[in-house]
């Protein structure tokens, strides 16, 4: 039982070293290099953060100036998951190892979305998820959103008008929230998870900005729109 103690007490120094190692075969230090973090609880399907390592690793980290990321999916319409991790993220700024931002992994049901009332709520939600961080200091960015349309009927141009609006909508309420680093993810339709059937997605997922070949589609043109928008006011 000591041994394994003792193991376990050295395991944040070893993980720098390694990282050092891997970050040093790059031609990079940890001084100044984004950390993405995926895990800090003490335990695996618990919330609470006392005792876990990665405390420890986070502040060796943050003491060598790297800048620490927290990423997760289903956490930007709020419910138990959105308040578990918003938890988590808070306690760490409190027990001084801030996170520096967190990453909405954005993968949007388009079903959800096409009542316009329905979109209204969610987006209000989204925007009361980003503020809640933006108040204990923490930035919010989506580095991978997709828009699945599986399931909503009709020809592929009302598909796509439909898709373009849901786009614009939330493009405009993550740059009023003060979030500017979006990226969609998947380049294009069927590069998408969403649409890959061997991972469980749908043919009629058209989930990005770009149809299998390539070609922009009307929910490019909507983001586009958006940032203007944004931009004039």
């Known amino acids: 039982i000591e041994l394994a103690a003792e193991v376990n007490q050295g395991m944040p120094l070893y993980a720098v070293h390694r990282l050092s190692e891997i970050l040093n075969g790059c031609g990079k230090p940890i001084k100044d290099s984004c950390i993405l973090l995926m895990g800090v609880t003490f335990k695996k399907n618990?919330?609470?953060?006392?005792?876990?390592?990665?405390?420890?690793?986070?502040?060796?980290?943050?003491?060598?100036?790297?800048?620490?990321?927290?990423?997760?999916?289903?956490?930007?319409y709020g419910g138990g998951k959105a308040d578990r991790v918003f938890k988590i993220i808070k306690e760490l700024k409190e027990a001084g190892t801030p996170i520096h931002e967190i990453a909405f992994q954005m993968h949007v049901e388009g079903r959800d979305f096409v009542d316009p009332s329905a979109r209204l709520q969610k987006i209000q939600v989204l925007k009361a998820q980003i503020e809640r961080y933006r108040e204990i200091g923490i930035n919010v960015i989506v580095p991978e959103m997709d828009l699945n349309m599986a399931g909503i009927t009709g020809d592929q141009n009302k598909r796509f008008n439909i898709q373009a609006q849901i786009e614009h909508d939330i493009i405009l309420a993550l740059?009023?929230?003060?979030?500017?680093?979006?990226?969609?993810?998947?380049?294009?339709?069927?590069?998408?998870?969403?649409?890959?059937?061997?991972?469980?997605?749908?043919?009629?997922?058209?989930p990005t900005p770009f149809t299998d070949t390539g070609a922009l589609k009307p929910n490019y043109f909507a983001a586009e729109r958006a940032i203007m928008i944004f931009l004039s006011k």
């Open 46 to 76: 618990v919330e609470d953060t006392r005792n876990s390592p990665a405390l420890e690793l986070m502040q060796i980290l943050l003491n060598r100036g790297a800048k620490l990321f927290y990423s997760d999916f289903d956490i930007e």
């Open 175 to 206: 740059l009023e929230s003060g979030v500017t680093d979006i990226n969609h993810f998947g380049g294009t339709d069927k590069l998408n998870w969403k649409q890959d059937a061997s991972l469980g997605g749908s043919p009629d997922a058209n």
